[in-house]
């Protein structure tokens, strides 16, 4: 019993004292600007779990959901191509640096010129922003292979896509996944600016539509749904990297135990 | 040996431009604190206020009100707050960071309604009752929009929406004999919206100045279907000046001060067209030439109530406030 409980006491003890010191500090405020949460709880309900969960939420984070897996899927395999060839890497690495620094939102304008009001103006900007972190550090992970490991697949034959396959990925598949962890909180976020431009849905649209009309508790539980989209993707993430890099835990694990 | 040269030169360099960066900080200000002092006497007596801005050619006259000095005559060191939009600015005057706002009137009665105690202390500046509107909705010509019933079933592009654009465009539709509910508005900057109109993104913008010259400039691309306000609420204010309940009942003074001071600028202002010119230029940093060339708002601090009670009607009709404030309370006599 103890085993199970002292965990979940870890895991909520900490967002449970914020909320107590933030009830007791807005007991007596009278501020209109400043949520209470037991306010913000009652909106939450009420705003988010009814049309707009179909209406504004869903849309979100399909798009979310589309813009990071093809930021993700085209990070590794442009990261693998890049950093698979010297010459290559010459030639791209200024470029990426330049397109890196580009603040994404400041392409939304001409992004909705040339792909209009549209999703996939929203998962281009989704893309842009999301990709860098898994493709520099695609492109490190595959550069920072063993090189005994590369000779011993040398000398056995294993080239072409088996390489790639059975010792290139899994060999940056660390670094890969740091590249992932850092990604998806950038595409919540790009998620959100892509929904304040051009948008007549989202859940971006739909907190500032809140906040302009003063709406200041139901702005806020947009802004809670955010946090707890974060929450529940990063738990997913997790998930997804215990199984992907067992082998990389136990392996670490080992190593201290020695 | 080198390398303690080397150290000792650069903090000679460094030691020399920490004396020129303060002594060239140091004389201009020296200078103002003399200016202040001439002052003598009156110094003392002015009312400190904070006032929030948007940084668009209307507010710049505040600024001109204070560079002209009328602010200071009339008892006021005015300090000048830039916001980034209306809704961003009223959180700061309702906490009291900034004594009084310029801002739309549609935003004070939305806020209003959710219980933020907001009134509306003066006018400020107003759409034009007849000839050139200072905003417009504007289309391409090649699609020969004509009658804003014609707007039924098709996109319309504002600043913002459930403002007043999409306010007074239902309302100019529905009494063209159109349904209003068919329009689907989308929000897009007002720098983007003719580029957006010429690429497809909207069929119609909802924009006002210096875009609306910009786009009157070339008929062959652009015209305009009409001007919403006209047609809905001819002469509506486009910015009023709005406080708190805590400056408008604790504070009676200084609203009397800023009420003052304001109605002497606006009339300078209008006065002068060519000195107020020079203060749109720079405070917005717009370039003189499309300053010259753009229509104005009236400027003038009376308010009429009934243009507000009409405003807060219309709104309510719309549902873009759920009910309509205590308008006896928001309009601070």
Redesign the interface.
Known sequence: MRKILSPIGFALGLPIVLIVIWYVATLGAT???VPKPVELVQEFGAVWFGDRFVGDVVPSLWRFAAGTTIAIVLGIVLGIAVGLNRGLRAFTEPVFEFFRALPPPVLI?IL??VL??TDGMRISVIVLGAVWPVLLNTIEGVRATDSVQTETSRSYGIRGWNRVRFQVIPSAMPQIIAGVRQSLPVGIILMVISEM????AGLG?SIT?F??????PEMWSGILMLGLIGYAVSMLFKLVESRVLRWYHGLKDLENAS | MITRTRITTVGVIAAAGLLLASCSSGSPSGGSEGGAAEGGAGTEELTPITVGLLTIAPAAAVQYGVDQGIFEEHGIDLTVETAQGGAAMLPSVSTGAYDFGVGNPLSVLTAATQDIDMRIVSGYSFSLEEGDDINAVVTRTEDGIESWSDLEGLTVATNAIKTQGDLTINEAVELDGGDPSSVEYVEIPFPDALPQLEAGNADAVWIPEPFLSQALADPDTYSVLGYPNQAALPGVPTMVTFSSGAVVDGEPEKLELWREALAATLDAANEDREGYNATIESFTGMPAEVVEGIGLERLTADLDPQVITDLSAMAAKWGFIESEPDLDVVIAP
């Open positions: 501020n209109p600007f304008p909705a010129l209009g009001r431009l051009y948008a007549t649209y539509q906040q302009r009309q003063f709406a200041v």
